[in-house]
């Protein structure tokens, strides 16, 4: 186990947590999704910390950090970028904010559905086409897109593909009682607080090829596999997980046993993971929610009915 890692990715937990009050498991899935050189999306009310979570974090890992606020009149050329002719006939590129190590996506979902497909490229292959030339993005490279519960004002759905390009999701509630105490209680100070990077990019593509390194064996990965398929044959699925899940679920998971201090996977990290990694791209058929049945309950009945591996 390289211990260098791990003092690293406890320096950001910690220098998170002086502005970010709770909140653990967004904090780790910043980290897991990082490490493994994927995308989080994060969604909840308005005011539940998204925005503080990814904008501290860029600020704790180094990098290049660039905010996009979505709104419905937005261009998708304000995200790649453009370019500028001038009147003698030459050109020149003008980056857009998708050009840094760590992007936040805000209100995703107030977008229009062509501005979203702006992310796409960039989100599967680090690149982004502007009138057919290829910008490549800058390495680390990774989205934290944020979106309110669609059904809000102004705010349009996430395409199936669209969905799928996120290694993980997950869900920024209101904190607490005794959390919402300490932040109200220290707010002033909350807000003064400045954070410190702990991480070089360099740093963070070294930990990515220890994750790499890390041992997944055969009856993990079938059981990987196993509730991926359980999910797929669920009839009340509509839009079943594509393979995408499943990779998902196999990168993330290495990023767990590292942060649990293993150099090897458990049937455990799988099922930590398992709801972050397939709940955004379970749909359910027409008339299956007038029945009370959501993609949390396809979830859980996966992971209640296929047989856990003994040994990892």
């Known amino acids: 186990m390289d211990n260098n890692v791990l003092s690293i990715t406890d320096k950001v937990l910690k220098e998170i947590s002086k502005v970010v009050v709770g909140k653990e498991e967004i904090k780790e899935l910043l980290l897991v ?67 840094a190590n760590i992007v936040l996506a805000d209100e995703l979902n107030r977008a229009t559905p062509r501005t979203q497909a702006a992310l796409l490229e960039a989100t599967q292959e680090n690149q982004v086409t502007v009138e057919g030339v290829t910008h490549v993005l800058p390495s680390p490279f990774m989205v934290i897109a944020s979106q309110i519960p669609y059904g809000g004002a102004g705010t349009y759905p996430l395409t199936v593909v669209q969905l799928d390009r996120f290694l993980l999701r997950t869900w920024s509630g209101y904190p607490p009682e005794e959390e919402e105490k300490e932040i109200v209680g220290n707010i002033d100070r909350i807000e003064g607080q400045k954070v410190e990077q702990v991480i070089q990019s360099r740093e963070i593509l070294e930990a ?105």
């Open 33 to 99: 999704a990082l490490l493994s050189g994927g995308h989080l999306l994060i969604e909840g009310l308005p005011g539940t910390a998204k925005t503080t979570l990814a904008r501290v974090f860029a600020q704790v890992i180094g990098g290049e950090f660039k905010r996009i606020q979505l709104t419905p009149d937005m261009l998708p050329a304000d995200i790649t970028g453009f370019y500028m002719y001038s009147t003698e006939g030459s050109s020149r590129f003008v980056p857009g904010p998708i050009q």
């Open 208 to 312: 990515r090829v220890t994750v790499r390194n890390i041992y997944l064996s055969e009856k993990v990965r079938d059981y990987i596999l196993s509730l991926v398929k359980h999910v797929r044959q669920n009839p009340d699925v509509l839009d079943s997980p594509s393979p995408r899940a499943g990779i998902a679920l196999y990168k993330a998971s290495k990023a767990v046993a590292l942060l649990r201090q293993r150099d090897f996977v458990i049937p455990d990290d799988v099922k930590m993971l398992f709801a972050p990694a397939l709940e955004h791209r379970v749909r359910l058929r027409p008339g299956v929610e007038m029945e009370e049945v959501t993609p949390g309950d396809i979830i859980k009945k996966a992971l209640a009915e296929v047989p856990v591996p003994k040994e990892p």
